[in-house]
């Protein structure tokens, strides 16, 4: 049995144990999203539902993921999420407008809380149609990305299953390849699409592939600077990856 076929039936096994009748997932263009479609619809071949939610997006992301629909034959739904990103923004900025003067609203980074916005009214729509048909919410999330918590917390981070979860960006794209997921979204470089030209690394601050080869060897195989960053963002992140701690009664 392949790498493709173990995790299709992984996910078969999983939809049937929750009693759902197949996987929804955002199609948004990358590479993840690309081969969690695919096995996906191995798993539940005429129970998927790739969903578009542009919110002002690149029109090339919207484009990459209607082509993966198409060379798989996926349905597609649209959720076009602008107008309610842009309302809700515009109020949570007043209210921080409004804070007492005592209360500091520190930015740690100014983009952050309003991108952040953005998956997570994902997760809510991904939620309302999965709720709709009894399906599961397929994640997107890569062992790399996990490693990092470079997700946003309960936004791409809020999920039913991580299909891809043991696998490293390296594994991803080869199993892409495998599952003939088209080029032109193999070769692009990663983002996460929460800003105008951004991208995983330069975000990151370090390549995958230097973050793979810390985690198969260590951080004496990498420069001292990157692994020191490795090991901050690992640690900052840990509450992502845990459930919300509980005080003792």
Same mark, same amino acid.
């Given at each position: 049995m392949n790498r493709a076929e173990k995790i299709s039936f992984w996910l078969k096994d999983r939809a049937a144990q929750a009693g759902a009748r197949g996987f929804i997932f955002g199609l948004s263009g990358g590479i993840d999203s690309a081969v969690v479609a695919r096995l996906c619809q191995m798993a539940a071949p005429q129970q998927v539902l790739g969903v578009l939610m542009p919110c002002h997006s690149q029109e090339q992301d919207e484009a990459h993921g209607r082509l993966v629909a198409? @060379? %798989?034959?996926?349905?597609? @739904?649209?959720?076009?999420?602008a107008a309610? %990103?842009? /309302? $809700?923004?515009?109020t949570l900025r007043d209210?921080?407008?409004?804070?007492?003067s005592h209360v500091d609203a520190i930015d740690i980074k100014q983009q952050l809380p309003v991108a952040n916005v953005k998956p997570r009214l994902r997760m809510t729509s991904l939620y309302f149609l999965a709720n709709s048909l009894n399906y599961l919410v397929a994640g997107t999330g890569n062992r790399s990305e996990i490693e990092l918590g470079y997700y946003t917390k309960y936004g791409d981070g809020g999920v039913d299953l991580?299909?891809?979860?043991?696998?490293?960006?390296?594994? /991803?794209r080869a199993l892409a390849r495998d599952l003939g997921v088209p080029d032109v979204i193999i070769e692009k470089p990663p983002s996460a699409g929460l800003w105008a030209g951004q991208t995983d690394e330069s975000e990151m601050g370090f390549t995958y592939?230097?973050?793979? /080869?810390?985690?198969?060897?260590g951080r004496a195989a990498v420069p001292g600077d990157v692994a020191a960053r490795?090991?901050? $963002?690992?640690?900052?992140?840990?509450?992502?990856? @845990?459930?919300?701690?509980?005080?003792? @009664?």
């Open positions: 198409t @060379a %798989f034959n996926i349905p597609v @739904a649209r959720v076009d999420l309610t %990103f842009d /309302v $809700l923004t515009t209210s921080v407008k409004g804070l007492p991580l299909p891809l979860g043991n696998l490293l960006k390296s594994d /991803v592939e230097l973050l793979e /080869v810390y985690l198969a060897q490795i090991e901050k $963002l690992h640690t900052v992140s840990e509450h992502k990856r @845990a459930l919300p701690p509980v005080a003792p @009664a």
